[in-house]
């Protein structure tokens, strides 16, 4: 970008606004290339290319040139496990110490971020060996990241019933005490299940959490079950990764998702692999469950651990994978990882329009789909502030075989970026 393009422009106050970005010459997925002004976290205004300038105080903002770039509402991660990710190189038993728990759940959450997550949901485990040391940890994790990133727990007990279920809920309480803020847990681990999610429910009901459970969903008797107990309950009940669903009879599984439509539960699935928590590694039958009407959103699972020791975490190839091997539209796929994510997590909807939350990942492309097949170069925004950026640059050897043909070329200079 030439050095005129990377100074703020000029404006009556001569003062340069921090709290205000302007992005100029983004693509948006209706094909309309606009001017987007930030402000107070917020998108304050749309305007076509080269119609805005200074910001509502009238001061100049700071300016960013996506030419180039797709501009879209950034993603969530609706399913991370922060406390054991990165762990699949490692020898001899995990470790849960203080550090070691916060060194990789940081670097987790970075790396997520790095690919667009400005908000994420990290199920933690209590209980057992860890107590409730790694939760402590992932929270002074939230902390450290605020500013970058919303991070959010879902406490995970592994046994709720009979005589070693006493620890385990007493061990949920303090958890939600200490501030984890979703109840969450594996129904399929314990003995029995159904009094396992009946604690959960219980709970969450009294202290008015939402309730995010580990299910493979292969058994349509508990399933229904399940759905049954969880109908109704507020802020909601999210399943995942149900992959198990998938492995039913066709009309089994269709009734199946007819009741879990008709209980308003949510089910985030794993595509890119599923995680330690639940059985199988399918991914859940997704046409079959919006066809029905359940809200189906998609997460990253395991990042590099024993579960799946390539996991990415990136929320573009999650939104690949349902495209390419499950029949989604693109935009029907960006939508699990975004809109349908930020909802799993209880965030405000966020459009490319003004009003909304300046929540916004840029990536270069002209069009969704190509977007989703080559997301290299990323630009993520959070609360109205560049939090992150990916610079990918593809070069060839020279040849004759490009002479006139205008092939398309990423160049080597990169914009630069306010903060950076």
């Not at 992005?23 to 205004?45: H, K, N, Q, Y």
């Not at 009094?195 to 349509?220: F, Q």
């Not at 930020?342 to 405000?348: F, I, K, Y």
Request: proline share 6%.
């Amino acid at each position: 970008m030439p050095d005129s393009q990377q100074q703020p422009p000029h404006s009556p106050s001569g003062q340069t606004d921090p709290a205000a970005l302007l992005l100029c010459g983004a693509r948006l997925t209706d094909g309309r290339t606009v001017d987007v002004r930030l402000g107070g976290g917020r998108i304050e205004a749309v305007g076509t290319a080269g119609s805005l300038a200074a910001g509502a105080s009238g001061a100049r903002a700071a300016r960013v040139d996506l030419s180039g770039y797709l501009l879209l509402p950034a993603p969530a991660e609706a399913h991370a496990h922060s406390d054991t990710a990165l762990t699949a190189d490692g020898e001899g038993p995990l470790a849960y110490d203080d550090l070691a728990v916060r060194r990789r759940a940081t670097e987790a959450a970075l790396l997520q971020l790095g690919h667009g997550a400005t908000a994420l949901r990290s199920h933690v485990r209590v209980g057992d060996v860890q107590g409730l040391d790694a939760l402590a940890a992932v929270l002074e994790v939230r902390r450290s990241l605020r500013g970058l990133a919303e991070l959010t727990t879902v406490a995970m007990p592994r046994v709720l019933t009979g005589a070693a279920g006493a620890d385990g809920l007493a061990m949920l309480r303090d958890a939600l005490k200490m501030g984890a803020s979703v109840v969450g847990g594996c129904p399929d681990a314990d003995p029995d299940p159904t009094g396992y999610v009946e604690a959960v429910l219980e709970l969450a009901s009294e202290h008015g959490c939402p309730v995010d459970l580990h299910t493979d969903a292969a058994d349509p008797a508990r399933l229904a079950r399940l759905a049954a107990m969880a109908g109704g309950l507020r802020p909601g009940v999210t399943l995942g990764p149900c992959g198990g669903l998938g492995r039913l009879p066709s009309e089994v599984a269709a009734r199946a998702a007819d009741q879990l439509a008709a209980a308003g539960v949510t089910v985030v699935c794993l595509p890119q692999g599923g995680c330690g928590s639940a059985d199988g590694r399918d991914t859940a039958p997704v046409r079959l469950l919006r066809a029905a009407g359940v809200r189906v959103a998609a997460g990253g699972g395991a990042l590099r651990d024993v579960s799946n020791p390539v996991g990415r975490g990136d929320p573009l190839e999650a939104a690949y994978l349902l495209a390419s091997r499950y029949g989604l539209h693109p935009e029907e796929a960006y939508d699990a990882v975004s809109c349908a994510a930020r909802a799993v997590l209880g965030l405000p909807e966020v459009r490319v329009e003004a009003g909304f939350p300046a929540e916004l990942l840029a990536v270069r492309g002209d069009g969704l789909a190509g977007v989703l097949s080559l997301s290299y170069s990323r630009i993520v925004i959070h609360r109205g502030r560049v939090v992150a950026r990916t610079s990918a640059v593809r070069e060839y050897c020279d040849s004759a075989t490009d002479t006139g043909l205008e092939l398309p070329r990423q160049g080597r200079e990169e914009p630069s970026w306010p903060g950076f």
